[in-house]
């Protein structure tokens, strides 16, 4: 149903296809990038092991990032709206880290029912109400 979705947001033109552009992107990937964006991640968290620790990447595009949350030990849950992004994301766990438990699904953050299905990881902060992220706190 999503899927449908997105596509009748494309068509009307309130969407733009960001998964075409990550499927060229992700022909470009090298271990290099996928370096840089573990190093990326280290710096923002102020943590270097994500090891027991859940990553829910909202709009995982590429799926890049989660790529590199999975090397640096945590558990990946990725999503987004546009179903080629989703496609992406796929790819480089089926490239990189295919045993691995990280879960991939076609989801939007701006539909509150989908929100709320993802409470688990809220750690008892109310969907929808602000919070603060707070870097070195892992």
């Known amino acids: 149903m999503e899927e449908k979705a997105f596509n ?3 068509n009307k033109g309130d969407r733009f296809e960001f998964g075409k552009n990550w499927k060229s992107y992700l022909n470009t990937l090298t271990d290099e990038k996928i370096e840089i964006a573990k190093q990326s991640l280290i710096e923002m968290l102020e943590c270097e092991d994500l090891a027991g620790k859940t990553f829910l990447d909202v709009g995982s595009g590429s799926g890049l990032f989660s790529l590199a949350a999975t090397r640096l ?3 990946v849950y990725s ?3 546009d179903p080629k992004s989703v496609k992406c994301t796929e790819f480089l766990k089926e490239q990189y880290c295919p045993q691995s438990e990280w879960i ?3 989801g939007s953050i701006l539909k509150k029912e989908y929100v709320y299905s993802l409470g688990k990881f809220l750690g008892g ?6 919070f603060e992220l707070r870097p070195g706190e892992c």
Do not use: L, M, N, S
């Open 8 to 10: 009748h947001q494309v």
């Open 73 to 75: 030990g945590a558990f």
């Open 79 to 81: 999503f987004d709206f």
């Open 104 to 106: 991939i699904e076609e």
């Open 125 to 130: 902060i109310t969907p929808y109400r602000k």
